[in-house]
């Protein structure tokens, strides 16, 4: 359920929205999109740590243009994003989605090492 699929947590301290995809297959991951965007876009403005796992994901399951569009308009809301579990394919499209929206999304090997440069980014505000 995509519900259960988007959840704040709380690391050191600071609050991050996990975006868990992982394992996930196209109308998956599609409604995983949608449950995250509004919680996004009712923030204020620069204040938002995400954290989006893409473990295992086929990339062909993602919609390229809703991720673009998803990432684009939350621009203004995310203060920093981090993604886990890139693979050399999604890779690819993780660079086209930075080049296409224009904005900074991190890459790491573990969620811990996502967790502690997001809240590291936070406190530096």
Known sequence: MAV??????THQGQRVLVI?????RGPEIAQVIRTAAPLIRRAEKNSVLTLTDVTNVIVRDIHASELVE???DNKPYVRAAAVVG??????AMLATTRILTGRQLK???SRREALDWLVGVNAVK
């Open 107 to 109: 890459s790491f090997a």
């Open 4 to 9: 259960e699929r988007v959840t704040y947590v």
């Open 70 to 72: 998803f990432v684009k």
């Open 20 to 24: 868990d995809i992982s394992n996930g």
């Open 86 to 91: 890139v693979g050399d394919l999604a890779g």
